[in-house]
């Protein structure tokens, strides 16, 4: 979900971030990106969870809206760049490690369709309405999830542009200024056809890029020059797909396999991303 239309800005009491202890989540890693964690949806428990930083919503799949009895109402979505149908719902309460929320204001779709790009039948996926409400750090290596306060940025930090719940960071690819949204959901570098231009590199087809309600073509435009904070790269791939640039509030997408991360964390705190 990529991301939601829905922007959901009501205040919730949550006193996670004051928290002194860092309480650690284990998860397991699909297709070497996508972060699978387990975790409780009112009295369902031992559910597959998806954490995704580039959703801005929770999303429920139908089953699970079905099985709670939940009140739905129609409303519509954007998955990537393409609106979709969805239902929003009132989640009764989700407990994701030391993550406990009641009354979550979000969305039921099929989340089925993920199944043959993901290889998995995910039941959440739980967004930024849920993940900015704490720092925490994501370790691919141990992997572990750890929710924690501020603690010492990793050995490369950007400013974190945290607005409407997407987490953002200014970038520079061949000199062009970006603003990229950091995605736990996806593995590489990927702009939208109006912010590319006319980058080196071959128009070539690189292959596909896919959403709950779309499959995209992506092109490929060969190794770019990136700098994003104080890291860089010259050899960075960068696929490209066709976009609609007057309904989106950035300009692509940033997996953290795309910078090599071992481990990065979100400081909601301080407005800082850090990575190793």
Known sequence: MKPATLLILLAFSFGLRSHSEPQT???RLQRGYLIVVSCS??????????????ATETVADTSIAKSLSL???PDRA???????????VSIPSLQLGPLRIENL??????????????????????GMDVLDRTNFLIDYQARQLTFAPAQQPLAHTASLIHKQ???????????????LQVDTGFPGLLLYE?????FAGPGGLEGRVESLSHTFVASHRGPQEVRIGDWRSSHLDLSVIEADQNS?????????????ARRIAFDFENNLVSWE
């Open 71 to 73: 009140a739905a109402r």
């Open 78 to 88: 954007t998955f990537l760049t393409q609106e979709v149908a969805v239902s929003a």
């Open 194 to 198: 109006a912010s590319a231009g006319n």
């Open 248 to 260: 989106l509030v950035f300009d692509g997408l940033l997996g953290p396999q795309a910078l090599h």
């Open 25 to 27: 989540v284990p998860f």
């Open 41 to 54: 949806v009112g009295s369902l428990a031992n559910l597959t969870c998806i954490v995704d930083t580039g």
């Open 165 to 179: 719940r997407f987490a953002l960071v200014e970038s520079f690819v061949t000199g062009r200024r970006v603003l």
């Open 105 to 126: 204001p979000g969305l039921a779709t099929d989340l089925s369709t993920l199944t043959p790009q993901l290889g998995i039948r995910p039941d959440i996926l739980v």
